[in-house]
C-alpha cells in the first residue's frame, strides 16, 4: 500500500503510511487547491509495528523513534524546528519474515 493521504484541508493533513520501506511525507503532499504550506507540525502519531522500530525524522534528525504499538498526542509546535524539511519515517529492521509498520500522522499546515 505505501502512502495514503486520509484527510487535506487548508490547515491539516493526515497521511497513513503501510509499508516496510522508508517513506516521505513532503510539502507538495499538502498542497490544497494550489497551494502548498511552507511547513508542518505533527499534531498525533499513531503507529503499529509488528517487529523492529522506525524513525520519524527531518533533515537526517531523528525526531521519534517508535515500536511496539500506540499513539501521541501532541500539543503547540512540538516539533517545530525544520518544519519545512521533509519528513521521513525510516524503518529499522526486525528479525520477523514480515517486516510491515502502519503509521498514521497527523500534521498542522504552517503557512
Do not use: C
Amino acid at each position: 500500500m505505501a502512502k495514503q493521504i486520509l484527510k487535506n484541508t487548508a490547515n491539516e493533513l493526515a497521511v497513513k503510511i503501510v509499508s516496510e520501506v522508508t517513506e516521505s511525507i513532503t510539502l507538495a503532499d499538502g498542497d490544497y487547491s494550489g497551494v502548498a504550506p511552507s511547513g508542518y507540525s505533527i499534531l498525533s502519531i499513531r503507529w503499529t509495528i509488528g517487529d523492529g522500530q522506525i524513525s520519524i525524522e527531518r533533515g537526517s534528525e531523528s525526531l521519534y523513534e517508535l515500536s511496539g504499538n500506540g499513539h501521541w498526542n501532541l500539543t503547540g509546535l512540538a516539533d517545530y524546528k525544520n518544519s519545512a524539511d521533509t519528513i521521513d519515517i525510516t524503518y529499522l529492521g526486525g528479525e520477523s519474515a514480515v517486516e510491515v509498520y502502519t503509521l498514521i500522522i497527523h500534521l498542522s499546515k504552517i503557512s
